[in-house]
RNA sequence: ACGGUUGUGGUGAAGUGGUAUCAUGCAACCCUCCCAAGGUUGCGUCCCGGGUUCAAAUCCCGGCAGCCGUACCA
C-alpha cells in the first residue's frame, strides 16, 4: 500500500504554513508556497540567522543580487560543465547513465568534453547497449541542472537562474572590496532564491527546484587561515562530528576543537564550526543529540572544496539529514572569474605588499530545510493534551503571543483585552482571539506555536492584572498590566 | 527519470455505474468565570482533459500531483 502524505506535511497544510505552488492546477512537483504562518517562521528564522552571522560581525554585510546571471558567471565557476551532464537512455527499459561515463568505461576513450553530436557517434560505433537489458541506446540528450532563461527577443538564451546564491559575492567582490574600504575578512551574505532544475524533488522542502539559501562568504588572506582572535578562548570547546574515520563504527564523536585542529583542519575553519553548532545549540535550543558536523570524503566533496562539513540535523521521517555546510572553496571561483572576465581578482596587503587572490570559507544554509527541521523537531502530538504542540523557542516561532477575553460575551472583557492587545502588538508579534471557549482558543494556539497566552478574566475588571499561560507547561501566572511589557520583555529572551 | 501505488469539502474518511455521505474544521448566534463542553443555523468536496454509456466520483486512455523503491543529488 502507498503511504499517506506524512503527518508533517498534512499539518503544514492544514494549519498554513506550507502547500504545493499552483495547487489548483495540480501543483508543480518541487515548488511550494509558503502560507501565512510559514512565511513568518521564515522570516524569523532568517533574521536570527542574519543577527547571529552578519549582524555580530564587522565588515560582514548582506548584499541583495539578481538571481537571473550572465552565461559567462557559470563557465567560471565550473556549473556550465559540472551542471549540465550529457545523458544516454535505453530505448526499452529507461535506463539512463551520463554519456561520457558509459563511453569511458566501456571503451577506455576519454570522452570528458566530447558533444553530444561525437558521443552518439561513439556509443554507435562501438555498439554500445543498455547493461541492463541490452537494448539498444536513444540519442545523447543533454540533462541541464540549471534553468536556462530567454532575455529580450529571440530564443538564444546567454543567462541562467543562479543554481545557488554564492556566485554574486564572488563577481561582486572587487568593487564590495573597494567600498568596505579594503578589509580582510570581508562578509558578503545573501539569503535569496536559488534553482535546480532537480531530476527527481521529493519530501515536501527537503529537495526543491527553487529554494531559498542563507549564505555567508568570507574572503580572508590565506595565509592567515590557521588563526583566528577567539580561537584560543574556544580550544575547548566541544563539536559532536562524525568524520570520515568515524563512519565504519556510526559514531558521533565529541571532540575538542584543538583535537580536530591537531588532525589537520585550519584554526579559522574550526572557529566557524563552532559558530555553526552555537548558532543551533544555544541560539536555537537545538538538543545536541540531534545535531551533528560530518565531514565529507574526497568522493563525496565538491570539486572546488578543500575542506567540507554538512551541517545535520536529525529528522523524525528521514534520520539525520543536511540542512548546510561549511565549504572551504579556496580561490577556485575569484581565481575563475579573473580568467573568464579577464579582470584581476588579486588584492594587495598593505603590510607585506604581498598581492594574492583571496581564499573564500562559505558558511552556507538552506532556509526551507532548517524550517523543515525546526518544525519537525518541535512538533509534539501532545496525547495528554489531546492536541498538538508546535513548542518552537519564542524569538523564531510565528506569534509570539496571543490575548484572550475569558468569554466573549462580557463586553468589558473584550474590550479591555482588545486594549491590551492594541498595544503590545506594536513591539512584538500579537493574535487575538475571543471566538470559542478558552480551552479551545489554548488549544488552536498551542498548533500554532503561540508562546504565551494572555487571558483577561473577570478580576482583571478589578485588580488590573491578568494572567500569561506558558504553551509549554500551561502554567499561568498572574501579572499587573502594567507590568506586562517588562515581563514579557523578559520573557521573549529565553 | 523508470517501476509500483494512490488521488472524494480546509483536514480525515465512506461510497465501486443511477439523489454525493459522515466526522472534524470554519463562520454567525445562544450558553459558558481557564485548558478542544453543549445547542441552533450556515459554508464547503469527487485532481485535470478526453473516451465508453441513456447515465461516470465509480469503467477505459492520457496528463498532473502525492507516496514507496531504484536511479539522480557538481
Not at 391 to 409: D, H, M, R, W, Y
Not at 428 to 442: K, L, N, Q, T
Request: glycine letters at 6%; hydrophobic letters at 35%; charged letters at 30%.
Amino acid at each position: 500500500m502507498a503511504e499517506k502524505t506524512s503527518d508533517l506535511a498534512t499539518f503544514f497544510k492544514k494549519k498554513g504554513f506550507l502547500y504545493p505552488s499552483s495547487d489548483i492546477y495540480g501543483g508543480l512537483a518541487g515548488f511550494y508556497d509558503y502560507g501565512h504562518l510559514g512565511t513568518m517562521l521564515k522570516r524569523n528564522f532568517e533574521n536570527v540567522w542574519r543577527k547571529f552571522f552578519v549582524e555580530s560581525q564587522d565588515n560582514y554585510y548582506e548584499i541583495e543580487t539578481a538571481n537571473i546571471m550572465h552565461e559567462n558567471v557559470f563557465k567560471a565557476s565550473g556549473h556550465l560543465e559540472n551542471f549540465i551532464d550529457p545523458i544516454v537512455k535505453c530505448s526499452k527499459c529507461g535506463f539512463f547513465e551520463r554519456a561520457d561515463h558509459l563511453v569511458e568505461k566501456t571503451t577506455k576513450i576519454r570522452a570528458e568534453g566530447l558533444s553530444s553530436e561525437e558521443l552518439t557517434r561513439e556509443i554507435e560505433k562501438h555498439h554500445l547497449k543498455c547493461p541492463k537489458c541490452s537494448s539498444s541506446f536513444e540519442k545523447v540528450s543533454v540533462m541541464n541542472m540549471m534553468f536556462p532563461v530567454n532575455i529580450g527577443v529571440g530564443n538564444q538564451h546567454k543567462a541562467y537562474l543562479r543554481p545557488e546564491t554564492a556566485q554574486s559575492p564572488y563577481v561582486n567582490f572587487k568593487l564590495q572590496y573597494e567600498l568596505q574600504r579594503k578589509k580582510l575578512p570581508l562578509g558578503l551574505a545573501i539569503v535569496g532564491r536559488a534553482y535546480r532544475n532537480e531530476i527527481s524533488p521529493r519530501h515536501v522542502t527537503l529537495r526543491m527546484r527553487e529554494f531559498t539559501q542563507a549564505e555567508l562568504q568570507i574572503f580572508v588572506n590565506p595565509d592567515l587561515m590557521n588563526e583566528h582572535p577567539e580561537f584560543d578562548s574556544l580550544q575547548d570547546y566541544e563539536l559532536r562530528t562524525m568524520l570520515v574515520e568515524d563512519r565504519p563504527q556510526k559514531m558521533i564523536v565529541e571532540r575538542t576543537a584543538a583535537e580536530l585542529v591537531e588532525r589537520g583542519l585550519p584554526k579559522y575553519y574550526v572557529y566557524h564550526l563552532i559558530k555553526i553548532q552555537q548558532f543551533y545549540v544555544d541560539e536555537l535550543r537545538v538538543p545536541k543529540h540531534k545535531f551533528r558536523l560530518y565531514e565529507l570524503n574526497e568522493k563525496e566533496k565538491a570539486f572546488y572544496n578543500k575542506y567540507h562539513f554538512d551541517i545535520e540535523m536529525e529528522l523524525s521521517e528521514h534520520g539525520f539529514t543536511e540542512i548546510g555546510g561549511l565549504h572551504y572553496r579556496t580561490d577556485h571561483d575569484l581565481k575563475g572569474h579573473q580568467e573568464v572576465s579577464t579582470q584581476s581578482m588579486e588584492i594587495v596587503d598593505e603590510e607585506t605588499g604581498k598581492k594574492f587572490i583571496p581564499h573564500v570559507l562559505e558558511v552556507s544554509f538552506g532556509v526551507d530545510r532548517n524550517v523543515y527541521a525546526l518544525l519537525d523537531l518541535h512538533y509534539n502530538d501532545d496525547q495528554e493534551r489531546g492536541n498538538i504542540v508546535l513548542s518552537l523557542p519564542a524569538k523564531i516561532t510565528p506569534f509570539f503571543c496571543a490575548v484572550f477575553p475569558l468569554v466573549k460575551n462580557k463586553p468589558e472583557l473584550a474590550a479591555k483585552a482588545r486594549g491590551i492587545y492594541q498595544e503590545l502588538r506594536k513591539d512584538w508579534r500579537f493574535f487575538y482571539d475571543e471566538v470559542a471557549s478558552i480551552g479551545r482558543r489554548y488549544a488552536r494556539a498551542d498548533e500554532i506555536g503561540i508562546r504565551y497566552g494572555i487571558t483577561v478574566d473577570f478580576e482583571s475588571l478589578d485588580d488590573n492584572a491578568v494572567t500569561i499561560r506558558d504553551r509549554d507547561t500551561t502554567k499561568q501566572q498572574r501579572v499587573p498590566v502594567s507590568e506586562l511589557k517588562q515581563k514579557l520583555q523578559e520573557l521573549s529572551h529565553e
